[in-house]
Structure formats: C-alpha cells, structure tokens
C-alpha cells in the first residue's frame, strides 16, 4: 500500500501503528498532518461503528485510505461494563486514576475467580469509495484489587496476564505490543495489506 492515513493525532500511537505495517505501508499519515479533518463524534454503541466513523470519515475527506481504532475494557461482571465508554467511565473530564477508582468500587466484593474482563479493539480501514474492512483483536484478563507496576496507561495496572502473572503495566513494551488486543487487530490488518499487494 503506498500511502495511509492514521486518523488520529496521536504521535506515539502513529509511531507504535508504524512498526507493526512496516515493509507494507510505504508512507504513513496522522491527522496532524491534515489540520482541516473534521472531528469525529464517537457516539457509537459498539468499537466497530466508533473506527468505521472514524476511518470513513477521513477517506472521505482526504482522498486516502484512512485507518482507525476504538479499544477498550469489557469486565465480565459488569454487564461488559465500561466498554466504549473505557475512557469516560468515571464522567467527561476524569483521568485514569478516577475510572480506576471507579472500576474498582464497582468490583467491591467481588472474588477474583469472578474479576474476569478483557481488552478489546476494533480496527477499520476504509477507503475513499465507502468501503471498510474490519479487524478485531482481543486480550483476557483478571482485574486485580489494587494496582501494580509503573508502565501503560489506562486499566493497565489493574489488568493482569496471567500467562505472565503480571499486569499489564509491569510488561515491557514490546511483550505488550506483541500480546495486546490493538496488536493483535493490527497484525490481522497487516496481514490483509499484505495478502491484496500480492494477489
């Protein structure tokens, strides 16, 4: 594929997205690099239509092939709580030490046989004409009752491995890349690129 646009700002994420579509990607784009991209409401039920908002919305508007993704937590017994609302689960606003502490409140009492969850991410590519393809990948887990380790972000000091014994927070970056539900979805899609270059 000779050019992509990642449609999001986020530099770390572009460099992540890089390293994983190298060698089949020939020439990466973020939104950064198209300041007149309008902003995207993610107003989705579900991870799928919130990428495929998202992707389609800066095919359109560009011209390119665009790529997006919408991740999050699914706690078994909450219901798959908090979802697509991951990132706002303690209200509009609030870091992640306010949803941790929310999770955490929400899973009181609750034995860790029962703490199950998992990370979920949908990836879209979509292109100028309105078609998408979709890539799904996912992480199982325990939520802990207290945080460990220094690193990630998010749900990550909760969240533990246990093919690892550790959380996800205590995991150097490149075994979390490796494992995670967003490397998992883009492996998928790297594998997709790959497969059209060749037929």
Not at 32 to 41: N, Q, R, S
Not at 72 to 98: H, N
Not at 131 to 140: D, I, S
Request: glycine residues 12%; aromatic residues 6%; contains cysteine.
């Amino acid at each position: 594929m000779k050019e992509l646009l990642l449609a999001s700002g986020n530099r770390g994420k572009l460099a992540e997205i890089g390293e994983i579509l190298r060698g089949c990607v020939e020439k990466m784009y973020s939104a950064a690099d198209f300041p007149g991209l309008p902003e995207v409401v993610e107003d989705g039920d579900t991870f799928e239509s919130n990428a495929r908002k998202k992707a389609l919305s800066a095919a359109m508007t560009t011209g390119m092939p665009a790529l997006a993704d919408d991740s999050g937590l699914v706690v078994d017994a909450l219901d798959g709580r908090p979802g697509v609302y991951s990132a706002r689960f303690a209200g509009e606003g609030c870091g992640d030490a306010a949803n941790n502490e929310k999770l955490l409140r929400c899973l009181d009492g609750i034995e860790t046989p029962r703490r199950t969850a998992a990370f979920h991410c949908v990836a879209a590519l979509c292109f100028p004409d309105g078609t998408c393809r979709t890539f799904c990948g996912e992480l199982r887990g325990i939520i802990l009752e207290c945080p460990r380790g220094d690193g990630g972000f998010g749900y990550d000091p909760l969240f533990l491995v246990p093919e690892f014994g550790k959380t996800l927070a205590e995991l150097d970056m490149e075994t979390k890349n490796r494992i995670s539900h967003r490397g998992r979805a883009l492996e998928q899609l790297r594998k997709y690129i790959s497969q059209s270059q060749d037929s």
